[in-house]
């Protein structure tokens, strides 16, 4: 069973990983966001990130605005 700590740092390292991913995603070029949706499959990353780590604001809030970048 993973310990408190474990748990907040990896909830770390999720958040971090997605603000990289915000900030790649606010670059306004298409080519990078059609490859988030067809390449890399973001959107569903996305759908389980937020199932994961529900308890997380945070991450639920980080996760809504890269889905907005997304549309």
Do not use: C, H, Y
């Amino acid at each position: 069973m993973k310990s408190v700590q474990d748990t907040a740092a990896d909830a770390e390292a999720i958040f971090r990983g997605l603000v990289a991913l915000g900030t790649a995603l606010s670059i306004k070029r298409d080519e990078i966001k059609v490859a988030a949706v067809q390449v890399f499959g973001v959107p569903a990353a996305l759908q389980v990130v937020k199932k994961t780590w529900a308890k997380e604001n945070r991450i639920r809030e980080i996760a809504a605005e890269i889905e907005a970048l997304l549309k």
